[in-house]
């Protein structure tokens, strides 16, 4: 098989579908159909590959594309491939990470081939999406010549590829919005009490001073890995310091009370594997952290 004579289509001319067509085409691939629900979306792809037509019904990118990438939000994928009338020498792609290859069964049942590829990425915006994808690791669920073929999509991208079963699709995207989403929420959180001081700092110049601290961590994480990067007051077990902490939460911050001690009595086990907390202040931590309602 020689995948870059293949001809690819994209549907839904988003942060994913823009990244990955152009990355692809930069790359030697063929990319020759576009739709999107509006014009200029779909427009703004064609315009940065060459050879790239503009479609104006999803259909039109079944009839000029062997390789049909959905790229629409992970609402419309089922919708999007239900309206299309799919020739058995079609192989059809999802890029969600949530969605197992159930939601492509209108394709299936009408002969093509069906699979997902998911970035394990976080794409922000287009330009953080074709700068993020190169390297990214990636999940793909597919049979026969079709996994072939996105593992080679995955090499073309100097990516890792790991293997999933549709099965295991919700539990890995949970997995994702903890290790992503949730992290900017957390520093969002972070950023807010900030404004809570008694002269508030205006949240760039919070979001500066909190970055460092949050790439020291990264840095941690990369070269120290689970459970040795955990620093702070549960691994020290500084029973005083979190007390004197849900103090000043109950009085500026109420409503992160209860977050801050689910986190915190998550983060016990962790503070003991480190081995720096014993077993009686981990008790300790527990009765300080417990939920009182
Ligand atoms: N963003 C991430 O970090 C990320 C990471 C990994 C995987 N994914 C997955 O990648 C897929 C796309 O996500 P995204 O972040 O690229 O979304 P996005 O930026 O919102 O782009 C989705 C695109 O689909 C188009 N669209 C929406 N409904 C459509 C329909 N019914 N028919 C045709 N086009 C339609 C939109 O249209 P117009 O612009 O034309 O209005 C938009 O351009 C999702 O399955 C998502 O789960 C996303």
Same mark, same amino acid.
């Given at each position: 098989?020689?995948?870059?004579?293949?001809?690819?289509?994209?549907?839904?001319?988003?942060?994913?579908?823009?990244?990955?067509?152009?990355?692809?085409?930069?790359?030697?691939?063929?990319?020759?159909?576009?739709?999107?629900?509006?014009?200029?979306?779909?427009?703004?792809?064609?315009?940065?590959?060459?050879?790239?037509?503009?479609?104006?019904? =999803?259909?039109?990118?079944? %009839?000029?594309?062997?390789?049909?990438?959905?790229?629409? /939000?992970?609402? #419309?994928? *089922?919708? !999007? @491939?239900?309206?299309?009338?799919?020739?058995?020498?079609?192989?059809?792609?999802?890029?969600?990470?949530?969605?197992?290859?159930?939601? =492509?069964?209108?394709?299936? %049942?009408?002969?093509?081939?069906?699979?997902?590829?998911? /970035?394990?990425? #976080?794409? *922000?915006? !287009? @330009?953080?999406?074709?700068?993020?994808?190169?390297?990214?690791?990636?999940?793909?669920?597919?049979?026969?010549?079709?996994?072939?073929? =996105?593992?080679?999509?995955?090499?073309?991208?100097?990516?890792?590829?790991?293997?999933?079963?549709?099965?295991?699709?919700?539990?890995?995207?949970?997995?994702?919005?903890?290790?992503?989403?949730?992290?900017?929420?957390?520093?969002?959180?972070?950023?807010?009490?900030?404004?809570?001081?008694?002269?508030?700092?205006?949240?760039?110049?919070?979001?500066?001073?909190?970055?460092?601290?949050?790439?020291?961590?990264?840095?941690?994480?990369?070269?120290?890995?689970?459970?040795?990067?955990?620093?702070?007051?549960?691994?020290?077990?500084?029973?005083?310091?979190?007390?004197?902490?849900?103090?000043?939460?109950?009085?500026?911050?109420?409503?992160?009370?209860?977050?801050?001690?689910?986190?915190?009595?998550?983060?016990?086990?962790?503070?003991?594997?480190?081995?720096?907390?014993?077993?009686?202040?981990?008790?300790?931590?527990?009765?300080?952290?417990?939920?009182?309602?």
């Amino acid at each position: 098989m020689n995948e870059k004579q293949i001809k690819l289509g994209f549907i839904g001319a988003g942060r994913v579908g823009t990244a990955l067509a152009t990355t692809l085409a930069t790359r030697g691939y063929r990319i020759t159909a576009v739709a999107s629900r509006s014009h200029t979306s779909a427009a703004r792809l064609a315009g940065m590959i060459n050879g790239c037509h503009i479609c104006t019904t =999803l259909q039109q990118v079944a %009839e000029n594309a062997d390789v049909i990438f959905i790229t629409t /939000p992970d609402d #419309s994928i *089922a919708t !999007v @491939a239900a309206s299309i009338a799919w020739q058995p020498h079609h192989w059809v792609i999802h890029c969600s990470g949530t969605h197992s290859l159930a939601v =492509l069964a209108a394709a299936r %049942e009408k002969g093509a081939m069906v699979g997902s590829l998911h /970035p394990l990425q #976080s794409f *922000a915006d !287009v @330009a953080q999406a074709q700068a993020n994808l190169p390297g990214s690791f990636f999940a793909i669920e597919a049979e026969g010549i079709l996994f072939a073929f =996105l593992k080679a999509i995955v090499s073309t991208l100097d990516g890792t590829s790991i293997v999933l079963q549709g099965r295991d699709k919700v539990l890995y995207h949970i997995a994702a919005v903890f290790a992503c989403n949730y992290v900017v929420t957390l520093i969002k959180l972070a950023v807010d009490l900030w404004q809570s001081f008694a002269e508030p700092v205006e949240p760039t110049q919070a979001m500066a001073a909190l970055t460092p601290l949050l790439n020291g961590m990264i840095n941690n994480i990369n070269t120290l890995g689970l459970p040795h990067a955990l620093t702070g007051p549960i691994s020290r077990g500084d029973k005083e310091t979190i007390s004197k902490h849900l103090r000043a939460l109950e009085e500026h911050a109420p409503t992160l009370v209860e977050l801050y001690k689910e986190l915190g009595r998550q983060t016990i086990p962790i503070a003991l594997a480190k081995g720096k907390l014993d077993n009686i202040t981990a008790m300790k931590l527990y009765d300080l952290l417990a939920n009182k309602e």
